[in-house]
T-cell receptor, first 111, second 113 residues
Framework: RKEVEQDPGPFNVPEGATVAFNCTYSNSASQSFFWYRQDCRKEPKLLMSVYSSGNEDGRFTAQLNRASQYISLLIRDSKLSDSATYLCAATNAGNNRKLIWGLGTSLAVNP | DGGITQSPKYLFRKEGQNVTLSCEQNLNHDAMYWYRQDPGQGLRLIYYSQIVNDFQKGDIAEGYSVSREKKESFPLTVTSAQKNPTAFYLC????????????FGPGTRLTVT
């Protein structure tokens, strides 16, 4: 089992839809979690950090469920510009300088 | 304007040649990282450095070397021993705090033929 797993998608949704991605992690000692957004052939950009139960920033909400060992990302009122790959990462237990990365979930928002 | 710069954006080399990728940051971050990204494989850690003059191997260090002589700079050399060097190389940095947030440069796309 991969340490951080994501559904690769692709998720195809219409503009204005609400879409949610899940990311599961295997090491219960991981402390911090992150969602990054990566556009095609570009670098990942930090979208949200999750340290406790969750975080919200405008249309984006991230939630952490430690009991079930997953984090989720909810995007409300999807825009065309939200089309990208969303990467999930967790700190490596015992060494928070290393991140364990998922392979990403691809989102396409259609007009 | 704070950030991480990588140069060049595209690099082409012949097989058997060593090549050095540049990474500079002016964020005053202590830790710096090198990843490679291949289609379908996600981000894989090559080397990281938590402090000047110190660095650790990541998951795929074979065929690569690094140095960290200055806080701002963390160059990566792809040696001729690296069997599949063609990839997208990403440099990142983070503070030494507990948060773990990493910030990326724009990447260098290396093609070796």
């Amino acid at each position: 089992r991969k340490e951080v797993e994501q559904d690769p998608g692709p998720f195809n949704v219409p503009e204005g839809a609400t879409v949610a991605f899940n990311c599961t992690y295997s090491n219960s000692a991981s402390q911090s979690f992150f969602w990054y957004r990566q556009d095609c052939r570009k670098e990942p950009k930090l979208l949200m950090s999750v340290y406790s139960s969750g975080n919200e920033d405008g249309r984006f909400t991230a939630q952490l469920n430690r009991a079930s060992q997953y984090i989720s990302l909810l995007i409300r009122d999807s825009k065309l510009s939200d089309s990208a790959t969303y990467l999930c990462a967790a700190t490596n237990a015992g060494n928070n300088r290393k991140l364990i990365w998922g392979l990403g979930t691809s989102l396409a928002v259609n007009p | 304007d704070g950030g991480i710069t990588q140069s060049p954006k595209y690099l082409f080399r012949k097989e058997g040649q060593n090549v050095t990728l540049s990474c500079e940051q002016n964020l005053n971050h202590d830790a710096m990282y090198w990843y490679r990204q291949d289609p379908g494989q996600g981000l894989r850690l090559i080397y990281y450095s938590q402090i000047v003059n110190d660095f650790q191997k990541g998951d795929i260090a074979e065929g690569y070397s690094v140095s960290r002589e200055k806080k701002e700079s963390f160059p990566l050399t792809v040696t001729s021993a690296q069997k599949n060097p063609t990839a997208f190389y990403l440099c990142a940095s983070s503070t030494q705090g507990p948060s773990g947030e990493q910030y990326f440069g724009p990447g260098t796309r290396l093609t070796v033929t």
